[in-house]
Structures are given as C-alpha cells and as structure tokens.
C-alpha cells in the first residue's frame, strides 16, 4: 500500500516536473524582439544655435485675443464668427470626437466585459448520432439563458498601452484642431490686412485721377494759349484714362477679398459685401519674449500635436512588445438549459462553467515581429516629423521678426523720400500752370510721389501682416497644459 502511495506521488512529481520542462522549453521557443530597437531621439530646442537670430528682447507671447492689438472691432468680430461657423473648424471637431471615441474603446479593453444572452431553438435529434433516448429521432425545443463575464488579466500591459496611445492620440488632435483654428484666425487678419491695404492704394488711385483731371484742364488751357499741342492734350487723356482703370481694377480686387472673407468666416460671398472698410491701427510693440526657444514647444500647436504624436507612437511600441508574451483571459458564465420551457425555470436546469484562457504566441513566422518593427518605424517617422516642425517653428520666427525689422528701416527711407517727392511734385504742378516749365516735368514728378505714396502705404501693410504672421508664429496664445505629461513615456520606450 505503501509503495503504491510512493509511486503516485513519484509519478505527480514527475508529472509536475516534465509539464515545468516543457513550459520554459515553449517560453525559449517564444518569438521574441531581439535586436529589434530605434536609437532616434527628440531634438531639444536649446540644441539650436539661436542667441542670434532670435534674441531675448523682455517682451510677451500673444494672448489668447492677439489680434485685438490693432483696435479694429470687425475684425474681432469676424474672428467670432468663423470660430462658431467655420466648416474648416467643424472637421477638426469631429476629428477630435472620432479620437475621442477611440481612445473610450480602448478604455473599454481594460475593464471586465458582461454579457447576457438568451436562445431558443428547435431542432430534431438524429437517432443514430450521439444523442441517446429518449431524445433520438425526436422534435425537441431548447431553452438558453446565459450570463457570461470575461477579463483580460493583462499582465503584460498590452490594453493599458493601447489605452495610453488612444490618448495621446485624442491629444494630438486636440492640438490639430488649434493649428486649424490659428491657421484660419491668420487667414483671416491677413485678408482683411489686405483688404485694407486695397483701400490704401484706392485712396492713392482716386487722388491720382484729381491730379491728373486737374493735368488735363491746365493743358486746355495752354493749347488755348499755344503753349502747348494736341501731343500733350492726348497725353494728359491717356494717363487719365490709365488711372481710371486702376481704380476700377483696384474695385474689382476690393471685392473679390471681400468674398473671400465671407467664405473664411463660413458665409457665402453675400456676407463679404457688409464689411465696412477696416480701420486697423499699428498694433503692439514688437519685441520677442525673454524664454524663447525653450517655451516655444508648448506654445506651438503644432510642435505639440507632433510630441504627442512621439508619445502615441512610444506606447504603440509598448503594446506591440507585450503580444510577444502570453494572453490570460479569465471567462465565467452561469445560466439556464432545458428542453422544454416547463422545466427550464428549475435548478436542475443550472449550467456554469469557468476557467482562464492562455494564448501563447510560439511560431508565426515573422508577424509579430514584422509589426515591431513597423512600430519603430512609425516611431522614428514622428520623431523625425517632430524634429523638422521644430526647425520650421524656430525659423519661422526668426523669419518674421527679421522682415519685420527691416520694414521699419525701409518705413525710414520710405517717408523721407516719399516727403521730397509730394514737395516736387508741388512745385512743378505750380510752374506747370505758371508756364516755367512743360508736362513732361509734371508727369514725372507725380508718377515718383504716386509711387512714393504707393511705397509706404505697402510696408505699412507688409509690417502689420508680419505682426500677424509673427503672431501665429508663436503659438496665438495656445498654451499646452500637458506638456510635461508624455515626457516620462518617450524617455521609457
């Protein structure tokens, strides 16, 4: 009795130990990701030479209402009414609840699933199969209820991963649709910058068609009294006819921006034809602030979208790692069977079962492998994206800043010369009715103030739309206030 007791727990002890074998024996035949790694990196924005093109000047980065800075209530007005009609905004939005609805399904992926069924079928038995009798050969209905949970234990941190990628995702297209909108916001304080612009030049155009109706009846004048011939009436008509036709060229681009602005706002071209004139002032003092460029990564919506980017791709990495090790899903259910609804309502009619489940990736050929490797290169492609946003960021402010300085030392040149222009102008109008000298001198003269004029009315333009431009470029008041939150992922892949 003795020995047969020895022999069972011989033969348990065995049975223990060869099952122990044979599960690390699978686990070292496991496909597995060595070898397979990025050595890729974010670029730090102080890593870039700067201290040059981007000096620190004490100023402030835009507000949220940046473009208020140029006084004009329209404009702030249209900027509101994009911001509640704009189809553009619109398809951010849903990109945003699609991203949203994504990131709760992978949330669903972690928590336990319950489920309740309920079946009835009718079926006739074979007599000559595995059903005994009274059963065999007979009509027979079959009742089911069934409730039935299951958990994913998750050991490896797959569907947590996937979960932290679905929401660095839903992040990033929180970010886009800030790119959307300031990208719009600046689309539309340039067309109306533009549309101020126009009217400048339509000034200049309506005082050149006086000047030169006042050119032509001087001329009547002096063919009456022979000191001039038909050459310079047929002159002063022409140039007369010209700047007419300026100004109605300058009318038809007047309104083709004021449709444009109609379709910016999310009107039809209708609504460009009831905007007054802008009435834009100069606009903030233009000074770069103190902690550039470090700050510029939060305040640039679209060096942020492309971090979170980066930190999607770090966890995507993560989950692929974790399919290389085994699934354990726990399942359970308890219900009733019958056949026949009169005793399906009884206990001896309970059914349950429950146990887990263990899926154990062993030879696939490559694919898990394949789909690391894909991860990594998702990865480096958003680092890479990352880095080049970062570079266009840096560039694109220092871009700004410079031509806006060297517009205000054009503006210097610009007013002096356009003021000695305006005087020669004066003085050969004066002589010209005064006879001391011919048209010839008359035209000149006011074609190089018409073209001064002309001159500072578009730098001024030019400056304010860098303003704009250099307000977009640094972030329009966008402020990420996660900033901090994705770092320790990208560093732990």
Not at 197 to 223: H, P
């Amino acid at each position: 009795m003795i020995n047969q007791s020895n022999r069972e727990n011989s033969a348990r002890r065995f049975a223990r130990t060869s099952a122990t074998l044979m599960f690390v024996a699978v686990l070292s035949a496991c496909a597995n990701y060595a070898g397979i790694h990025s050595d890729k990196d974010m670029a730090q924005p102080q890593s870039y030479a700067t201290s040059q093109s981007l000096p620190a000047e004490a100023g402030h980065w835009p507000a949220a209402d940046w473009a208020d800075q140029f006084g004009d209530a329209q404009l702030h007005a249209l900027l509101d009414e994009a911001l509640a009609h704009s189809p553009t905004l619109e398809q951010a939005r849903a990109r945003i609840a699609a991203a949203s609805a994504y990131s709760e399904t992978a949330r669903a992926d972690t928590l336990p699933q319950v489920d309740a069924s309920y079946s009835y079928t009718r079926q006739q038995y074979s007599a000559n199969a595995l059903v005994p009798p009274p059963y065999a050969g007979s009509w027979q209905s079959e009742n089911k209820g069934l409730l039935s949970a299951s958990y994913d234990l998750d050991l490896w941190g797959k569907n947590r991963e996937a979960l932290r990628a679905a929401v660095s995702q839903w992040q990033a297209s929180q970010a886009d649709a800030e790119v959307v909108r300031l990208t719009l916001d600046a689309a539309i304080a340039r067309a109306y910058n533009q549309l101020a612009r126009l009217y400048a030049l339509r000034d200049i155009a309506a005082s050149e068609i006086v000047q030169r109706e006042q050119v032509e009846r001087i001329t009547a004048g002096r063919i009456a009294n022979g000191l001039d011939t038909e050459v310079e009436r047929k002159t002063a008509e022409a140039n007369l006819a010209s700047s007419r036709a300026t100004l109605s060229a300058l009318d038809g681009r007047i309104l083709a921006t004021r449709y444009q602005l109609g379709a910016l706002v999310g009107q039809g071209p209708d609504r460009g034809l009831s905007i007054a004139r802008p009435q834009l002032g100069i606009g903030d003092e233009v000074r770069l602030p103190g902690n550039l460029p470090a700050d510029l990564v939060s305040r640039r919506p679209d060096i942020v979208a492309a971090r979170w980017r980066v930190d999607a791709m770090t966890h995507g990495i993560q989950q692929a790692k974790a399919e290389f090790y085994p699934d354990i899903n726990l399942s359970a259910s308890l219900g009733l069977d019958a056949f026949g609804f009169g005793r399906f309502l009884t206990a001896a009619s309970r059914t349950a079962s429950a146990g887990p489940a263990i899926h154990l990736p062993i030879f696939d050929g490559g694919a898990l492998r394949a789909q690391l490797k894909g991860r990594y290169a998702e990865f480096d492609y958003a680092i890479a994206t990352y880095n080049q946003t970062l570079v266009t960021a840096l560039s694109d402010v220092a871009t700004q800043l410079s031509q806006i300085r060297s517009t205000d030392a054009q503006l210097v040149d610009a007013n002096v010369a356009q003021s000695a222009a305006r005087r020669a102008q004066e003085l050969a109008f004066t002589q010209y009715k005064a006879g001391l000298t011919n048209q010839l001198t008359v035209l000149n003269a006011e074609t190089n103030a018409l073209a001064a004029d002309r001159s500072v009315a578009n730098l001024k333009m030019d400056r304010r739309d860098q303003q704009i431009a250099l307000a977009a470029a640094l972030g329009g008041g966008y402020t990420d206030t996660d900033a901090s939150k994705n770092t320790a992922a990208v560093a732990a892949r």
